[in-house]
């Protein structure tokens, strides 16, 4: 679970990932610009009783220095599970934003925005407000306050919102939403990849596969070199390592065994059809491959 928190914070750390992930999903349209934004603090300090103290830390907090709007932050927490208690969380990241600006003493204060973005495979549908986890008697809701929050599902997003990211994260969305539904190809994504690493190392700890990490050096190599990295290029690294790692072992690349342990390494980038061409196997056995790992 770190994991997959510290590889969601490396990619939103840039701005113009940031960015895009609120103009495209919340706004809906351009209203962050990324020269605006600028590393907040994620770690806040709160009181809980006298001389006692508690520390909490969010996952990606940007502040923004534009003219425009007056923002004290933007917030995006990740999520790999449905969190019962988010609208909860998500009520304390923005009560410490606002306290800050109370202790401050500051004349006037401004809005903390935050959105909690979903990377599971299980569409969240709720909770998405303080009702939704709270047990109130019809004749008390008139007087507790509701605390809406702002989810989405990546994997469920549709191809429509998916074009519009401008980002790696359109690629990031892209992978998911497709893997979800088993037809993942690389080669109807030849966008060209901003943040290698980051977008690398998401996809290693998401996939859970060791071969992202054997194929960094030479993706790498290749960006110094200049050159344009997709997923495509992912693609043949892994199926290369996959090769090279069996004739070390040994094996030949026209043997059963490394063709499977090949295929295995490409379930989650590459449609079965593309695996079978690729490998050299019968369609039917990578897809009882891929059916052995659900």
């Not at 040994?250 to 490394?258: L, S, Y």
């Amino acid at each position: 679970m770190a994991d997959k928190d510290l590889a969601e914070k490396y990619l939103e750390s840039f701005s113009d990932v940031f960015a895009d992930i609120y103009n495209v999903l919340l706004f809906r349209k351009e209203i962050l610009l990324e020269e605006g934004l600028e590393e907040g603090p994620t770690e806040s300090i709160y009181k809980v009783e006298e001389n006692n103290f508690r520390n909490q830390f969010r996952d990606t907090v940007k502040l923004y220095k534009n003219g425009l709007y007056k923002v004290a932050s933007f917030g995006i927490e990740n999520e790999s599970r449905i969190d019962q208690n988010m609208p909860i969380r998500i009520m304390g990241y923005d009560y410490a934003v606002y306290r800050v600006q109370i202790d401050r003493e500051e004349e006037r204060k401004y809005p903390a925005i935050t959105i909690v973005l979903n990377f599971s495979d299980t569409e969240w549908k709720s909770p998405n407000a303080l009702f939704d986890i709270l047990d109130v008697s019809p004749e008390l809701r008139p007087y507790v306050n509701d605390y809406k929050i702002f989810v989405f599902n990546i994997a469920f997003l549709p191809e429509k919102v998916r074009k519009e990211f401008k980002s790696d994260f359109k690629i990031v969305a892209d992978f998911f939403a497709e893997k979800r539904l088993g037809r993942y190809n690389p080669k109807e994504h030849p966008e060209a990849i901003c943040h290698v690493e980051a977008v690398l190392n998401l996809l290693r700890v998401f996939t859970n596969d060791k071969t992202y990490v054997k194929i960094e050096k030479t993706v790498a190599e290749r960006v110094k070199a200049g050159e344009v990295i997709t997923m495509c290029t992912f693609a043949e690294e892994m199926t290369n390592k996959g090769i090279e790692i069996g004739e070390a072992q040994g094996i030949k690349i026209g043997e059963a065994r490394e063709k499977i342990s090949v295929a295995r390494n490409l379930l989650d980038l590459l449609t079965d059809e593309i695996i079978a061409e690729k490998v050299g196997l019968e369609l039917a056995t990578v897809k009882e491959l891929r059916e052995g790992t659900k």
